[in-house]
């Protein structure tokens, strides 16, 4: 078995929830509704830990807004987000908030890195805000700059980098808590296609390698054949579901990682 990369870095923080049974994150009887559109109309979904999930689907069928309701950012009118068995949708909108900066990590389609600091930084800062000292942060944040191939652009500021290098420090930014879940929303939208392979095969090898869940919206069907697990969504429900043959359920829950490593070339099955 070929270890990951990341099996080797020091772990940022100890993520509380290791080794703990059951769904990372489980969804039962989503609605949201916008006005007259019915954007989710009653979703169930559970993600294993670090089990990997893509969310495919038309524009408007409600891939966004499923993503939004699970990360907490909206709360569902029906339904309910359990993130390991503890209720998380109806929690205050200050309770989600400090829940989403220690549980789970976000990757957008353009990185939305802070343009002003440097890369160090920008990884470092969830970790600051957080109330780890900037000393510790930026000790532990450097530690991910080697494995996710970004030695030596510590210092520089995202206008410095190119497309392909920012979206590995904003994977970095969301792997540096040792969260249980990362949100992506196309993460590779922004990216030419060798770019795009190299942040998936970076992504999904991380979050194997620290047990975190993945849960990855996108149009790109190349790109969800590196997550295990597909869900098509079409008016708001889920339509259709697809596993990778090999990927059984509950393989890559922590301590029965899949074996992976960077740059291994892992190909797209679909
Ligand atoms: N903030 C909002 N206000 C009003 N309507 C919204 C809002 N957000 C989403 N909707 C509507 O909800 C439905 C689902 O939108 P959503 O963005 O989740 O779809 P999507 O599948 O992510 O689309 P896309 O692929 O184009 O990003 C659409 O009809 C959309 O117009």
């Known amino acids: 078995m070929t270890p990951s990369l990341f099996d080797n870095q020091p772990q940022p923080v ?60 909206m709360t569902p009118d029906a339904g309910t987000v359990a993130l390991y068995g503890d209720t998380i949708s109806g929690l205050s909108e200050r309770a989600r908030t400090s829940l989403r900066r220690r549980r789970f990590g976000f990757v957008f389609q353009f990185g939305q890195l802070l343009p002003e600091l440097p890369a160090i930084e920008n990884v470092a800062l969830p970790l600051m805000l957080g109330g780890v000292p900037r000393r510790d942060a930026e000790a532990r944040a450097t530690g991910l700059f080697g494995p996710l191939g970004l030695a030596g652009l510590e210092a520089r500021r995202p206008g410095e980098l190119s497309g392909g290098q920012s979206q590995r420090v904003a994977v970095a930014r969301a792997l540096v808590t040792a969260p249980d879940v990362i949100f992506a929303d196309e993460p590779t939208g922004s990216l030419d296609s060798r770019s795009g392979v190299e942040v998936m095969n970076l992504l999904t090898d991380a979050c194997r390698g620290q047990g975190a869940a993945l849960v990855l919206v996108t149009h790109d069907r190349q790109i969800a054949g590196w997550c295990e697990r597909t869900i098509t969504m079409r008016d708001g429900l889920v339509s259709g579901e697809y596993r990778r043959p090999g990927t059984e359920a509950g393989d890559t829950a922590p301590g029965v990682r899949a074996a992976s490593g960077i740059g291994s070339g892992r190909a797209a099955t679909r």
């Open 14 to 73: 100890q993520n509380p929830d290791a080794g703990r049974r059951g769904p990372a994150l489980t969804a039962s009887g989503l609605v949201k509704t916008f006005g007259p559109a019915r954007a989710l109309a009653g979703v169930d979904v559970a993600i294993g830990p670090g089990e990997s999930l893509a969310v495919m689907g038309p524009s408007g069928s409600g891939k966004s807004t499923l993503l939004h309701v699970l990360a907490g950012i």
